[in-house]
């Protein structure tokens, strides 16, 4: 299994640019995040999907949209590039019972963007 | 004041040293604990989780709860140098999936020198 895997590694936008974010995972799990990380903090809950279908904001939706049309894939859209959206980017997933057991959320690799 | 604090460090110690990392927080509603190694340049990666209050030890590692005092721990015994990464605490209130998602700490920045 390649886990979860996030394409691009690295990408400089100019502010007002769009870019797609990819992120896929091959563990056939039902949940998928994603999370901003910014310099000396803590990650933050931009998007969460529940299933194919099914998204709901985190704490900073702004300037992000999501879509989910498999449970495979959960690409993050930036519409017009902003220098607050600088940072790194990370996808997660796990396979959830709801709230009957604990369950892991696994990390893709990130992607570091830079908006100028 | 923020959800969960901890120190980002650097914390820089001897190999074979004792570390002790924590993280407090103020949401009582969080029941689940976990400590995630991020190294480098790479996605974290959870090493131990813990529900409510408690210890939990897994080899070198071990997690404590305190939730009175809203509190947790993670020990690393005979420290490595390739312990050497940023350490950061999770919190959920639910079963981590969902509208809880993940809190997450600042992370700490663990040295270990050889």
């Known amino acids: 299994n390649a886990g979860v895997t996030q394409t691009p590694k690295f990408r400089i936008l100019k502010i007002g640019q769009s870019m797609t974010l990819q992120c896929a995972q091959d563990?056939?799990?039902?949940?998928m995040y994603w999370y901003r990380q910014d310099p000396g903090m803590g990650l933050k809950l931009i998007y969460y999907s529940v299933g194919a279908g099914i998204t709901d904001k985190g704490e900073v939706p702004n300037g992000y949209n999501v879509s989910r049309s498999t449970t495979e894939d959960f690409p993050l859209r930036l519409e017009l590039a902003a220098p607050s959206q600088t940072s790194v980017y990370f996808c997660?997933?796990?396979?959830?019972?709801?709230?009957?057991?604990?369950?892991?959320?696994?990390f893709g690799p990130g992607t570091r963007l830079t908006v100028l | 004041q923020k959800e969960v604090e901890q120190d980002p460090g650097p914390l820089s110690v001897p190999e074979g040293a004792i570390v002790s990392l924590n993280c407090t927080y103020s949401?009582?509603?969080?029941?689940?604990f976990m400590w995630y190694r991020q190294y480098s340049r790479k996605g974290p990666e959870l090493l131990m989780y813990t529900y409510s209050s408690g210890n939990k030890e897994d080899g070198r590692f071990t997690a404590q709860v305190d939730k009175s005092s809203k509190y947790i721990s993670l020990f690393i015994r005979d420290s490595q140098p390739s312990d050497s990464a940023t350490y950061l605490c999770a919190m959920s209130a639910g079963s981590g999936g969902g509208a809880d998602g993940l809190t997450f700490g600042k992370g700490t920045h663990l040295i270990i020198q050889p």
């Open positions: 563990m056939n799990h039902n949940y």
């Open positions: 997660a997933s796990s396979y959830s019972l709801g709230h009957l057991s604990y369950n892991e959320q696994f």
């Open positions: 949401n009582s509603a969080f029941q689940y």
